[in-house]
Every structure is written in structure tokens, then in C-alpha cells.
């Protein structure tokens, strides 16, 4: 399967509704098959490896969420992404944070409101696997992974939010759109990515 790198606009992907089992059978129906839901979000301290992902100090305030996706081929696909706590004030309030989880485009809109002109920022790597991150993605001790990191940074070179994905360098490969495509700028429905063979757009 294929993990497109687009010149599009990016999707969400760690909003709980961009999760695939949302889009494709809805809330209601996707829950019924969830021991345990497969994404979360909080606020906590910026540990150093994020703190440097984000341009900000050590402690500084940012908001963690997290989504693991179980696709129908057996792999699985880790995203975590990492904003600036400071940039969305009405994280705490509930109200607020059910539309944060409910609409996918909701966050990210907080995160871009005037800021001006947003770009983007993707680089890969690929590496061994941590324990934890074999566990989770369901994969050996000698698997390598690909981790792809998406940053989102203001017209003043502000850092917003940095998005990592983790996938098994065994069941994914890496493609950029604009090569790929016949048509770079054509949007696909989920179901027209996966007839090609594509498991996410970055």
C-alpha cells in the first residue's frame, strides 16, 4: 500500500472523524466493533524531542492526539500529532472539544485562523522500530518503519502543529502525487485511494 505525499490540502489525520472506520461506516456502526477507541487526545508538557519538533521551549503547553488505524489488509498505521497548546484556548471546554472530535476540519481551522497563507513542511525517515511502537503496530523485532513527520508553520514562520505517522516499512511504500497521478490535482473519495492501492494522503 502506498502513503501519498499530496501538494494539496492536508487532511487532519489524527481528527477522530478522518479515523477510516468513521468514514467508512460512521460513528454508531464503527463503535460496535471498538474494544477500546482507537484515538485520544490531551494536554501535557512538551517533552524535548517535541519541544523541538515545535520550536518552543522544554514544559511549554501543547496538545497530544493520537490515532492508530487497523486497516483491512493487516497493517497499521500510527499518527500522532503535536500543536501548540497556546494556539487552541478552548481545548478544555467540552462543548468546544466534542466539535474538535466530531468535525474533521474543525481543529486545524482553530489552529489557522488568522494566521495568513499556511505551508507545509514533510520529511521521512525510516529506522528499527521502538518495543512500544512494535507493539503497537503489530510488527516484528527486525521490522524497520517509515516515519513521515508534516509540520504546519504560519506566514511567519510560526511552528503550529507537526504531525508524525508511523508505518511498517513492510506492508507501505512512499509516493509523492504530483508524480503519481495522472491528474496531481484531482481529490479522491476514500474508497477511489484504496482501488489504487493508496492507504492515506499526507
Known sequence: MTILISNQD?????????????????????????????????????????????????????????????????????????????????????????????????????????????RWVTLTTARLAYGDERARLAIDYTDAILAITRTMIDEHGRLLEATEVKAPASHFEIGHGAELADDPNALFPPEELAEEGIALTI
Not at 494536554?43 to 517535541?50: C, L, S, V
Not at 484556548?89 to 489557522?112: G, V
Request: no cysteine; hydrophobic share 35%.
Open 10 to 118: 492536508r487532511p487532519d489525520l489524527a481528527s477522530p472523524a478522518y479515523h477510516p472506520d468513521i468514514r467508512a461506516y460512521g460513528w454508531r456502526l464503527a463503535r460496535r466493533e471498538w474494544e477500546t477507541e482507537p484515538f485520544s487526545g490531551r494536554k501535557m508538557t512538551a517533552t524535548r524531542q517535541i519541544a523541538a519538533m515545535l520550536s518552543v521551549r522544554p514544559g511549554h503547553p501543547v496538545i497530544h492526539r493520537h490515532s492508530l488505524w487497523r486497516l483491512e489488509f493487516g497493517g497499521r498505521i500510527e499518527i500522532n500529532s503535536y500543536a501548540d497548546a497556546e494556539l487552541v484556548p478552548d481545548w478544555d471546554d467540552q462543548k468546544r472539544l466534542h466539535q474538535y472530535r466530531k468535525r474533521p476540519k474543525f481543529f486545524y481551522q482553530a489552529l489557522q485562523r488568522g494566521r495568513g497563507e499556511i
